[in-house]
């Protein structure tokens, strides 16, 4: 959470930490929406500013990198799950697959960075699913939950981390219990279940 003033009322907004872990340095990705107050705020912060935030907190990090991994994200989910993967790429002793969820082209954010990220490890497999994809598009259209059956192999070997709109990560979750895997070892954060029901 950061804290923050607006127009003389205290103010808090949540943002997820993309932080890979052993450095000593907090990234957050923020997108500047005009009409967002947290937003607009941390975008017009410089160097040296003092901000306010509460104690980092979250389920979602990388368990066990012995294990086969993984991820799948839609949308900001992927903010979370990024770090994790490029953990993994460096320290996973299996095979990761990410599978990452957005409306087109234009949005999918870490594109270039997730791209040369899997073109040096063999060991990572990524996946673009596009629920409004154009024309141009040759790669998996609908939704990410659409395209599970095909990853659903080595199920006791595999922890799963999901991240992204909850009714996603809820239908995921149930997807991936259905077809038999341990729900140790699936990981979310865990309020997705009750948003989900609002």
Not at 47 to 60: A, C, K, P, T, V
Not at 92 to 121: K, M, P, Y
Not at 144 to 167: A, M, S, W
Not at 184 to 192: C, K, Q
Request: charged share 30%.
């Amino acid at each position: 959470m950061v804290h923050f003033e607006n127009d003389g009322e205290e103010e808090a907004r949540p943002y997820t930490a993309a932080t890979l872990p052993g450095t000593n340095e907090l990234v957050l990705v923020i997108k500047r929406y005009d009409d967002g107050n947290g937003s607009v705020f941390m975008h017009e912060r410089e160097r040296g500013d003092e901000i306010e935030i509460e104690e980092i907190d979250g389920n979602l990090h990388l368990r066990n990198p012995d294990r086969d991994a993984v991820f799948i994200a839609t949308g900001t989910g992927i903010t979370p799950l990024y770090p994790m993967v490029r953990q993994y790429a460096a320290d996973g002793e299996g095979h990761a697959h990410l599978v990452f969820g957005e409306r087109d082209r234009e949005h999918i954010i870490f594109r270039e960075s997730v791209d040369q990220l899997q073109a040096e490890n063999e060991t990572l497999t990524v996946d673009y699913v596009l629920s409004d994809a154009d024309e141009a598009w040759d790669g998996p259209t609908g939704h990410v939950q659409d395209h599970l059956p095909d990853l659903l192999d080595n199920l006791e070997k595999t922890d799963f981390y999901i991240c992204g709109v909850p009714e996603m990560v809820v239908e995921t979750e149930d997807l991936l219990v259905d077809a038999g895997v341990d729900e140790a070892n699936i990981y979310t954060e865990g309020w997705e279940s009750d948003a989900a029901d609002e």
